[in-house]
């Protein structure tokens, strides 16, 4: 969850890019209004973009592994990975600066939750390995 909220002694809401949830699941209630649903859709494609570009790097490495000639740095795959790196950056900053049109009255006296959380790290993690991809040689 992106955000959790305590209602109550027993009832936690927790809420992530697409649908909050207690013991059922629904659509972010915001998500419809002009403003919000920009936002949060900046930041759904923002971190969907940043999945995409990890794994493109993963097997471009993979590629690379096989096809550079000794000696040569792995430029491309460290540029996907820095891109990667930016994007989860953007992601996390839309979300921190517009969490409250994201949520109703109701769910805005909340807390960060475990992938927030998880968002800023896994960013300075893809860029100190975007920067360790720009310094490695393949070796033999």
């Not at 909340?110 to 893809?126: D, E």
């Amino acid at each position: 969850a992106w955000w959790v909220v305590s209602v109550g002694k027993q009832e936690t809401i927790f809420t992530d890019l697409w649908y909050s949830c207690n013991s059922t699941c629904y659509p972010v209630e915001n998500s419809h209004t002009a403003s919000a649903a920009a936002y949060l859709q900046a930041v759904q494609a923002t971190m969907i973009l940043a999945t995409i570009l990890c794994c493109i790097s993963f097997f471009v490495f993979i590629l690379q592994l096989f096809k550079l000639q000794q000696g040569e740095r792995f430029f491309f795959t460290a540029t996907v990975q820095l891109l990667a790196s930016v994007c989860v950056m953007i992601a996390a900053s839309i979300y921190t600066q517009q969490k409250d049109s994201f949520h109703v009255a109701s769910l805005r006296e909340g807390s960060y939750g475990a992938s927030y959380i998880l968002a800023w790290i896994s960013f300075p993690m893809t860029l100190i390995s975007g920067f360790l991809y720009l310094v490695l040689r393949k070796r033999k």
